[in-house]
């Protein structure tokens, strides 16, 4: 885990640390063998500079140990490319050693990625603006960030559970009320659930939560909420066996992929790694009963169900997911190995699919790198940079894994050429605290910005603190700014978020969908903190609690298209509830006032029949001059907002 992990930055008290080094350590890195081994002779870690004359590989002829002279005449440092072969030869492949100066496969320009939310406005990487005076509010991010679809869905089987119950049925505005006090209890200690609703506080220091008084929310309603709340629809003659069980999550999952894909698009950088969902009761492959697949891992803090995914390099927002099931299950189902293809390479293609032929860089750790990964995206049109262990095949290590590199920072590389002589594949030796090995499509080995770290060292008799730093190539830079993105993910929901931690539950596939619903409140999360950038005024904490509030309080019921006494879960024709709630693109009441008449608001004739006269507005549109536009209401029996949405939002009701 540590490798993932090097270039966050720490804060200490104190005053903040510089790039001033020891004499001896300048002296080294002025003359070390790294730089002379795959730089233009002259060349320093940071800043990057153009190299001044040719760079870097001695051809074999040339006298062994030695290196152009540098510009500044002085004798140069014995070159590590004196005792590195020019080839090394993997499975049939051949590599030639060498830096390289140039980006491999061409340069990949930054893009910036972006969210369309329901009602069509597009939220830009630190741009988040609507106009003077209007912000989006933490309810706002998370309905960007849950599908609709998802929450029709929810409502119609929660409905259908409680009628067999004898119970009231659900509507949309009460699911989003679930869910804000399903987050609202993240935020309190307790031992029990129904703690949260003691109208008498244990302490005469604490306040009870009373959450019955304070949310509107019985707990008689919160227990059949919690017990008949369902994510998929599983079918009617479902049995005991993975795939029925599975069957339990997998309408929720597939409801996120399809939203990602068509909503969000993400930067120039795709991070792959995979997430685990806390889960320590009954199940396992080897028993029918219970969660179907269980996965216990050294390096995770939490053993339970497993689930691959992939994330923007820059934001972190979850892009596509993955279940990981059985062996058994995937062979039944063709999702299994791919031409004979290794099964971490099959994942990533899939993982990474609905972004083929952008050029965009995908950055995995070593259970999909490989050079038949970095091949296989290389043909998709994506480029790869991975860290080698274990999957060597056609990659140097025999040869890497010998090099005399100990210092810090030191690298080394190979390249794989076309019948061209173009590089098109990239191998690097890195060394940091232990020796790394790279696969790469993308970037170079140019200098990059070093990675600083602060570390308390004993220095005579007193201990202080001391900043070491260690040069990287750009390609090292470019993946350890993204690799770490699914990892602060995971961190957002099970540290601060906490949902898993908090709710207690005997079902498996209550406590999966819950991890789910929490990415998507951490995606919620993280589009806040990417479009307001510096000028975000929230915590994650405290975002948590705003978005509690608002979803509690929602007027998803209230307001939007729904027809006059048609009931917000009245299913439609075929059988799912009515899409009218207000959610999207949807008319809500003006807050414009009278002229001297404050308690009555502004009324203007509709934009489409120019005949009535109305309150009601649309709450994605304004003209030309930031008016409101008003249209006639469902209660009049005019079709004039169907009209609108049709026109204008391509919207078909």
């Known amino acids: 885990m540590y490798n993932k992990f090097q270039t966050l930055t720490s804060a200490y008290t104190g005053p903040a640390p510089t790039h001033e080094l020891p004499p001896e350590v300048a002296a080294a890195e002025e003359g070390s063998q790294v730089t002379q081994a795959s730089q233009p002779a002259g060349a320093t870690c940071h800043p990057p500079v153009p190299p001044p004359t040719p760079p870097i590989f001695v051809p074999p002829a040339a006298t062994p140990g030695t290196s152009p002279p540098p510009a500044s005449g002085r004798a140069p440092s014995p070159s590590p490319l004196a005792g590195v072969p020019a080839t090394a030869t993997a499975h049939g492949r051949t590599w030639e050693a060498g830096a390289v100066n140039e980006p491999v496969g061409g340069p990949v320009p930054r893009q910036a990625w972006s969210v369309r939310t329901p009602g069509g406005e597009v939220i830009h990487e630190d741009g988040d603006t609507l106009g003077p005076g209007r912000t989006r509010k933490p309810f706002d991010y998370f309905m960007a960030m849950f599908p609709v679809d998802q929450l029709v869905r929810m409502v119609r089987l929660t409905s259908a559970k409680l009628r067999t119950r004898r119970m009231q049925q659900t509507t949309a505005g009460e699911v989003l009320k679930f869910i804000g006090v ?31 008084e304070r949310t509107g929310m019985p707990r008689s309603r919160f227990d059949a909420l919690w017990s008949s709340v369902t994510f998929s629809e599983q079918a009617a003659d479902a049995d005991d066996s993975e795939g029925s069980r599975w069957q339990l999550i997998n309408e929720f999952v597939s409801a996120i992929n399809s939203h990602r894909a068509a909503r969000v698009s993400p930067s120039d950088l795709i991070c792959v790694d995979e997430s685990m969902c806390k889960w320590y009761g009954q199940g396992g492959h080897w028993i029918l009963r219970g969660l179907p697949m269980y996965v216990a891992i050294d390096r995770k803090p939490e053993n339970g169900c497993e689930i691959q995914d992939a994330a923007c390099g820059r934001s ?338």
């Open 182 to 212: 399903t987050l609202l209890a993240t935020r309190y200690e307790f031992g029990a659930r129904a703690d949260l609703w003691a109208t008498k506080a244990r302490n005469k220091y604490m306040q009870a939560p009373a959450f019955g």
């Open 316 to 653: 972190g927002i979850m892009l596509n997911l993955s279940v990981v099931t059985t062996a058994e299950h995937r062979k039944d189902t063709g999702t299994g190995h791919e031409d004979d293809l290794p099964h971490g390479t099959t994942v990533l293609k899939k993982l990474v699919a609905p972004w083929a032929g952008t050029k965009r860089v995908v950055c995995a750790d070593s259970y999909f790198a490989s050079v038949t990964a970095a091949e296989q995206l290389l043909g998709m049109g994506l480029r790869f940079i991975g860290v080698v262990k274990t999957a060597t095949r056609g990659y140097p290590m025999s040869t890497l894994s010998v090099l005399p590199l100990e210092g810090r920072g030191e690298h080394i590389s190979y390249t794989q050429k076309t019948a061209d002589g173009v590089a098109d594949m990239l191998a690097v030796l890195w060394v940091d605290r232990e020796r790394r090995y790279f696969i790469s499509t993308a970037s170079c080995t140019l200098p990059g910005r070093p990675c600083d770290r602060v570390r308390w060292r004993q220095v005579g008799d007193h201990a202080e603190r001391l900043v070491l730093t260690v040069p990287q190539p750009l390609v090292m830079k470019t993946y350890y700014q993204c690799c770490a993105q699914i990892d602060r993910h995971n961190r957002c929901r099970q540290d601060d978020l906490r949902l898993e931690h908090k709710l207690v539950t005997h079902d498996w596939s209550m406590r999966v969908n819950l991890s789910l619903l929490g990415m998507c409140v951490v995606d919620a999360w993280l589009l806040y903190a990417g479009a307001r950038g510096p000028a975000a005024a929230l915590t994650q904490n405290q975002f948590y609690e705003d978005l509690a509030a608002q979803l509690i309080d929602n007027t998803y019921d209230s307001v939007g298209l729904r027809q006059r006494g048609v009931p917000g879960a009245v299913a439609g024709s075929d059988g799912a509830p009515v899409v009218c709630f207000g959610v999207g693109v949807h008319l809500t009441p003006t807050l414009k006032r009278r002229k001297g008449d404050s308690d009555h608001r502004a009324q203007r004739d509709c934009r489409v029949c120019k005949s009535g006269r109305t309150t009601l507005v649309c709450s994605s549109c304004r003209d030309g001059t930031g008016v409101d536009l008003f249209f006639c209401g469902p209660k009049t029996g005019r079709g004039c907002f169907h009209v609108h949405l049709r026109e204008v939002h391509e919207i078909d009701v």
